[in-house]
């Protein structure tokens, strides 16, 4: 908000800027008339040259930023309609990630999304790297993060003699 506000002031102060120069520019351009002195007249035409080029200048400056807010505010409007087709889940043991919408789906693969990113206004699919005794590690390349989800399930014990092995003969 306050980053978006100093531009406001400083677009503002711009235009000022420039509407002061084409002021400057009028007053100039109406004072030839009454100038005798060729001399002098070259002078003023120089100087209203310059003021024209330097409200130009500004002109550009203005459209240039305006050009940027506009993509600013297209960007928002286009994140805000994707951010819809998702909703935040919890997978044990409590880690949040944001997962497509069934009914957003439409063609796409169901997926996950990294929480933070999300937040930060970015779409980072949360990338698997394998499950290991019921748990699954989940790997964000968008900011790092790595994420172990789902129960962990202990392995059979490794010292266990079969049943088939206790069994004696007489």
């Not at 203005?62 to 309609?81: P, Y």
């Not at 439409?106 to 394998?130: F, M, N, V, W």
């Not at 499950?131 to 989940?138: D, I, Y």
Request: net charge positive; hydrophobic share 35%.
């Amino acid at each position: 908000m306050r980053k978006c506000r100093n531009r406001e002031n400083a677009m503002v102060a711009e235009v000022f800027a420039g509407i002061g120069a084409l002021k400057t520019a009028f007053d100039i351009a109406k004072g030839l008339k009454d100038i005798d002195d060729a001399a002098r007249r070259n002078a003023a035409v120089i100087e209203l040259q310059e003021k024209i080029l330097s409200a130009q200048q500004s002109q550009s400056t203005l459209i240039e930023r305006i050009r940027g807010l506009e993509k600013e505010v297209a960007d928002f409007k286009t994140w805000e309609t994707e951010k819809q087709r998702y909703e935040l889940q919890e997978l044990p043991p409590g880690v949040f990630v944001r997962v497509l919408k069934p009914s957003m789906a439409g063609s796409e693969p169901t997926h996950r999304l990294c929480a933070k990113c999300y937040e930060d206004s970015k779409k980072s699919i949360l990338q698997s790297a394998g499950k290991v005794h019921g748990q699954e590690t989940l790997n964000c390349h968008g900011c790092g993060a790595r994420m172990v989800v789902g129960v962990f399930q202990a392995p059979p014990p490794q010292n266990a003699r079969p049943s088939w092995g206790n069994s004696r003969r007489g």
